[in-house]
């Protein structure tokens, strides 16, 4: 028993667990991506296996505790650490089974308390005589699992078992001939002459449509419309009169009531406003289910066959339903039980009402896109009544229920509320991120702790280092100019176009350069368009609109997308998206579709269509001359500025000013006549100084503005990043093999000049704030900015341990950056999205992606030494197992602070998804992955307590692998599987051939390092 016990809280077995758990939600994210979400929570996140692997997961965590002594040893920070997550792991159980969440819709002037529920529940409802029992059960079915579901029910001293025999994605019923079968009719009816319902009815079965019941040979009178068999022949009789519509167009015939008359197929029967007709009918057959693919955006409903026993008597039902569609009853008689089944969403009450006032839309620009949506609502419980907004980020919170904003009408009269009811949960959740904060905080100040004996190991080792570095000229900053110009225009005219200033559709005042920029990387993903820069680009589209409106120009990157277009390449031009004909919007009918789904629920071809939409309203604005709102309104409350479309605002004598102006300056930029080209600019500039002066930028921020701009300096930096930080690495594993090298002022001089680019990089960063307004993380683009810089300050940090280690971060900064700068990066500066205007997202971003240069750092010295053990003879050995050394002790601490950093940021994300839309984990691919890079790093960060991965091989090999858990938390889920999180554009980037060259690189040099290392190995033990 001791040794069983001994087993299951040792480390070893910790490892497993760790390394199981994150294996199957990794492997989750595939499924969800192929198959959907459902399928993923069947198969792993709400199955019982991973339920029963996190409680043991738990109790090894506590055990642990004491087995590993670490209340003895006074080494609180691991207390606490291991017990947040146990205190984390009930929390999520307690939403698991505790919480619930779903939809709410309403009608403006129209009050709501329910909400339709977001999982699906089978409910069935058995009666005989007096009696009814009723039972639900929450379920999930996927047509790609087994869909197991058995429930038994006991009414009037009968046991009823029913189970499902199969489950149908978008089904519909079809009748087959079976001598083993029994009677079945096949009926079509319709609903007040629009909605069509086709079902089928066998013995005892009752159906019901609006409030007209259907049935099959039921006893009684409780069916409107009853059929029977008699002899073969099908009757049918009603509750009242019964209308019968010949084919023919002869006149209609009325039947009494309760009067049975022999059915026609080729006949037509009304009751009420249900029309009807039997398609068909056998005497022995049976039902099947048969997928039905959707059309015409129409949805079709999701069934199961249930079998139903009692006694000797069973019977097979289809039930029909889905998610977000409350059950309907299906009913049948089985043994002289009255059975009916349900499947679907159910209706949840709460103890209030929400009462929709007003529900606002926002449009782009001359365009029918939505930008954003909130609803005005009251909220009327006893004695209270509160006006709120709902809007994203800004989410109503109510006797424990959440509600966020999710969707709307399309009639834009009504809007679909999220609902979240989970206050224990989350604040059990909460109370488990303090707790390990606290730890992790307390890591850095307790004595006993890994990182404090590391940190003495390495000024060991210092003192016993020699060291080396070397430098390179300083002279290429800065030496290149992306920005190319077209010899047809004048560049100092274009420079002074660049600083007119135009008013965004947010309200922000910015130069035409910045706009042009945007303009151009929004519709053409592109920096600049045959040798033209942006500005020049945006400037000749205004002075020649009809010219621009063939020119293939607006990027469409869906291949799905693109052949629906009719387009070959990856451009299209503005007037290619209308029908030449009909002029109808080729996009019309995609575009309402895609806004009709919820979020969450996009696919990338959808994404890809609102992408090309909103690119077709861009160019649209750009062909207008909307975009270009340079003229102040004279004594606005709201400092509005407008374009010339709207110059009727100005009033008389400005509008005159304003049509001759602009028609004057790009008529002489269309006949290249500069001079008055450049009056007319000035005339323009003028009038914004004189008009707008309370809103407009102080002069400094408009150049500084246009300086970052053109000056492209993460661009550059990547360049000399790269260049910088390879030379350095030469040379430092130059003095590494050869001790003859010797590098004193060289070495200061180098590390200088790194933090002279750090600053540079510094200030890049610091200008993108001051111009933005927000902090520069907010997206792609500059969260790959910010770990480049966050990577630099890691090495500058670490350069007291080792010389090294910042010519690699050096490498990696710049590296990082080259990535920023590809074409399917977006590094345009606008305002926020609603979600992201959050303090969270500053928090949480921040610490998340400093987290990346210090697990970066830790993957390249790893590399580094691999490199060195294949290197490593007999006539260096100890020079370089010193440098091994060294090196593994960087790593050690970089990943373990690496470690603390991803793990404070993720969980401050689920805050930051808490109070963006209502919950703070729901098995997204982006969370899922950073929650599987937390544990790929907790794994290395304890290999040293696991016998077998100990030493500098499995140090120096694990963290260069582990970071391919990082690069999949960042690039493969956020362009290449769907979620809240993705930067995806469209069609995501093709994996660059470099990337399996690299992974054979890496496999083939720590193959080759672990049979350098065994000789190593055994060479030291002869030694002994």
Not at 173 to 185: C, K, M, R, Y
Not at 361 to 382: D, F, I, T, W
Not at 545 to 550: A, G, V, Y
Not at 1008 to 1015: I, L, N
Request: aromatic share 12%.
């Amino acid at each position: 028993m001791k040794k069983i016990s001994s087993f299951l809280f040792s480390m070893l077995f910790t490892g497993i667990l760790v390394v199981i758990f994150a294996v199957a939600i990794g492997y989750a994210t595939f499924i969800e991506n192929d198959y959907g979400t459902v399928t993923a929570k069947i198969l792993i996140y709400n199955s019982l296996w991973f339920e029963i692997l996190l409680f043991i997961i738990c109790i090894n965590l506590v055990g642990s505790i004491f087995a590993n002594k670490l209340i003895a040893q006074k080494r609180w920070p691991g207390v606490l650490l291991h017990f947040s997550f146990v205190i984390i792991f009930i929390g999520a159980g307690i939403t698991r089974y505790y919480g619930y969440e779903g939809l709410m819709h309403i009608r403006e002037g129209v009050s709501s308390n329910s909400f339709v529920s977001d999982p699906t529940f089978i409910t069935i409802k058995a009666s005989k005589g007096n009696e009814t029992v009723v039972k639900e059960k929450q379920v999930m079915f996927s047509p790609y699992t087994a869909n197991r579901f058995s429930e038994k029910i006991e009414v009037g001293g009968r046991h009823i078992h029913i189970k499902n025999a199969g489950f149908m994605p978008s089904a519909e019923e079809i009748l087959v001939t079976d001598p083993a079968g029994s009677p079945f009719v096949s009926i079509l009816a319709v609903a007040d002459g629009t909605v069509r319902n086709d079902f089928l009815l066998q013995p005892g079965e009752t159906k019901k449509m609006g409030n007209i019941t259907f049935g099959l040979e039921v006893p009684g009178n409780t069916t409107d419309i009853n059929f029977s068999l008699k002899n073969g022949i099908l009757f049918v009789s009603a509750s009242d009169s019964l209308t019968v519509l010949e084919m023919m167009g002869q006149e209609p015939i009325t039947v009494a009531q309760d009067t049975s008359i022999e059915i026609s197929t080729q006949k037509a029967y009304s009751l009420g406003n249900i029309s009807f007709a039997v398609k068909q009918y056998l005497t022995k057959g049976i039902s099947k289910l048969n997928y039905l693919a959707p059309e015409n955006n129409t949805v079709n409903k999701d069934a199961f066959q249930a079998v139903i026993t009692s006694g000797a008597s069973t019977k097979t039902m289809n039930v029909f339903g889905a998610k977000g569609e409350v059950g309907e009853y299906f009913t049948t008689h089985v043994d002289g039980i009255e059975i009916s089944v349900s499947y679907g969403s159910k209706i949840i009450e709460i103890p209030f009402s929400i009462y929709l006032t007003d529900f606002q839309l926002e449009r782009y620009p001359g365009s029918n896109s939505p930008s954003s949506y909130a609803s005005e609502v009251v909220v009327k419980g006893q004695n209270i009544e509160k006006p709120f907004r709902i809007y994203m980020n800004n989410i109503l919170k109510y006797s424990g229920y959440r509600f966020f904003q999710s969707s709307y009408d399309r009639d834009e009269k009504g809007t679909i509320l999220s609902v979240n009811y989970d206050s224990l949960g989350t604040s059990v959740s909460y109370f488990g991120y303090f707790i390990m904060a606290i730890g992790m905080i307390l890591i850095f100040f307790n004595k006993n702790s890994r990182i404090k004996s590391l940190i003495k190991t390495s000024a060991k080792l210092r003192e016993e280092r020699k060291k080396f570095f070397a430098v390179i000229v300083f002279g290429l900053l800065f030496a290149f100019n992306s920005n190319a110009q077209n010899p047809q225009y004048n560049k100092e005219h274009v420079s002074e176009f660049a600083k007119l200033l135009v008013q965004t559709s947010k309200g922000r005042i910015e130069p035409v350069n910045t706009l042009a920029s945007e303009i151009m990387r929004k519709v053409a993903k592109k920096d600049s368009w045959e040798g033209m820069s942006s500005t020049e680009v945006f400037l000749e589209i205004q002075a020649n609109p009809e010219k621009w409106k063939n020119i293939p120009f607006i990027k469409v990157g869906n291949p799905e997308l693109r052949k629906i277009l009719n387009i070959s390449e990856n451009y299209i031009s503005f007037n290619s998206l209308f029908n030449m004909t009909t002029g109808e919007y080729k996009l019309n009918h995609l575009v309402h579709t895609t806004y009709e789904k919820k979020a969450s629920t996009r696919n990338k071809f959808d994404k890809e269509v609102i992408n090309v939409d909103e690119r077709a309203n861009i160019m649209m604005g750009v062909l207008t001359g909307t975009f270009l709102t340079i003229f102040p309104v004279p004594g606005d409350d709201n400092h509005k500025w407008i374009h010339i479309g709207e110059a009727k605002l100005l009033g008389s004598q400005n509008e005159t000013f304003a049509q001759n102006t602009l028609s004057a300056y790009l008529g002489a930029v269309a006949k290249a006549d500069w001079t008055t080209a450049k009056s007319q600019l000035e005339k323009l500039a003028n009038f914004q100084q004189t008009e707008g002066a309370k809103i407009i930028p102080h002069k400094t921020k408009i150049n500084l503005e246009v300086f970052y701009n053109n000056a492209n300096i993460f661009g550059k930096l990547s360049r000399i990043f790269m260049l910088f930080g390879l030379i350095m690495l030469i040379l430092n594993l130059a003095t590494i093999f050869n001790p003859e090298f010797k590098f004193g002022m060289i070495k200061k001089i180098s590390v200088w000049l790194v933090f002279l680019l750090f600053l540079v990089q510094t200030a890049g960063m610091g200008i993108r704030w001051y111009i933005s307004g927000h902090a520069p993380w907010s997206n792609g683009y500059e969260s790959m900015v910010f770990i480049s810089w966050a990577t630099l300050l890691a090495g500058i940090i670490f350069y007291s341990r080792s010389e090294i280690t910042i010519s690699l971060t050096t490498l990696l900064a710049g590296l990082t950056l080259m990535v920023a700068g590809m074409s399917w990066m977006n590094p345009e500066i606008t305002p926020l999205v609603p979600v992201l205007k959050s303090y969270w997202l500053i928090v949480h971003v921040a610490i998340i992606t400093s987290s990346y240069g210090f697990l970066g750092i830790g993957a390249l010295l790893g590399m580094l030494n691999l490199i060195l053990i294949v290197s490593r003879r007999k006539a260096n050995m100890v020079r370089v197992n010193h440098t091994i050394k060294e090196l593994v002790n960087v790593i050690d601490i970089s990943l373990i602070v690496g470690l603390i950093l991803l793990t404070l940021g993720s969980f401050l994300g689920g805050v930051w998804a808490n109070e963006s839309w209502g919950r703070y984990w729901g098995w997204d691919p982006k969370e899922t992955w950073a929650l599987v890079t937390i544990l790929v790093y907790t794994f290395i960060s304890h290999m040293h307590k696991i016998p077998g991965f100990r030493g500098s091989f499995a140090v120096s090999a694990a963290s260069l692998v582990g970071f391919s858990s990082v690069l999949m938390t960042y690039f493969g889920v956020n362009y290449y599987l769907s979620g809240l999180h993705s930067y995806a554009q469209g069609e995501p980037p093709p994996v660059p051939s470099g990337v399996y060259i690299a992974v054979v690189v890496v496999i083939v040099l720590i193959v080759a390092a672990y049979f350098s290392e065994k000789p190593a190995k055994q060479t030291a033990t002869i030694k002994n």
